[in-house]
């Protein structure tokens, strides 16, 4: 259950404002993950990274940002151009545990536009 | 790409019956089917996994079964308790690039006392 962390967990912004939210994990993980939930939405991809100094965009990119610097962690930058970031953001990473090559999710942060 | 369908939205079952959940997938090349739990405010969480190459799994009150062919896949849980209420997601994917992982939008399910 542990190994990856999310802050902060509720997080407000002003309109027009950039914001970032941290991901972190030590479990050694190559491949990092961001999901955006909204309420009666399954998770959508925003970003994945499958090692450092590589990311893709994935299904919801635009207005988002990226960075993997480093393997540890994968934060990710809600710009000012998304227009409706009000959600539930979830980070995961991925690897081998009990047989399964799966992903993991951290805690989440919540983002409310104010 | 891969689209994962999932029915029903919300379940409503009495402590000690059964639920079942559905899932379709489009994408004939995935392999991977796990399932999430999620509580409210909370992480989702694996529950249970199936590989495209057995037809179902079981671990305690719970058990998934997998119909390649017809590409669709189910989440049993028996004995229902009301520590079972939470949303279950599906998802599907390529077993060593899920990458391309595709979730489902999530079944709400409620267990009576």
């Known amino acids: 259950d542990g190994g990856i962390t999310q802050s902060p967990k509720y997080l407000f912004r002003k309109e027009g404002q950039n914001v970032t939210l941290s991901c972190e994990q030590n479990?050694?993980?190559?491949?990092m993950y961001w999901y955006r939930q909204d309420p009666g939405q399954g998770l959508r991809l925003i970003y994945y990274?499958?090692?450092?100094?590589?990311?893709q965009k994935g299904d919801i990119a635009e207005g988002y940002s990226v960075s993997r610097e480093k393997k540890e962690s994968f934060p990710l930058t809600v710009t000012s151009a998304q227009k409706n970031p009000t959600a539930f953001y979830l980070c995961?990473?991925?690897?081998?545990?009990?047989?399964?090559?799966?992903?993991?999710f951290g805690p989440g942060t919540r983002l409310t536009v104010l | 790409g891969e689209n994962v369908e999932q029915h029903p939205s919300t379940l409503s079952v009495q402590e000690g019956d059964s639920a079942v959940i559905k899932c379709t997938y489009s994408?004939?090349?995935?392999?991977?089917f796990p399932w999430y739990k999620q509580e409210l405010g909370k992480r989702p969480q694996l529950i249970i996994d199936?590989?495209?190459?057995?037809g179902e799994k079981k671990d305690q009150r719970i058990a998934v079964t997998l119909n390649k062919t017809a590409k669709h896949f189910s989440l049993h849980i028996t004995e229902t308790q009301p520590e079972d209420s939470a949303v279950y997601f599906c998802?599907?994917?390529?077993?060593?690039?899920?990458?391309?992982?595709?979730f489902g939008a999530g079944t709400r399910l409620t267990v009576k006392p």
């Open positions: 990274s499958q090692i450092v100094n590589d990311f």
């Open positions: 998802a599907a994917s390529q077993m060593y690039n899920n990458n391309d992982m595709r």
């Open positions: 199936i590989r495209s190459n057995v």
């Open positions: 994408d004939s090349a995935s392999n991977y």
């Open positions: 479990l050694n993980h190559d491949a």
């Open positions: 995961a990473s991925r690897g081998l545990q009990g047989g399964s090559d799966t992903q993991y």
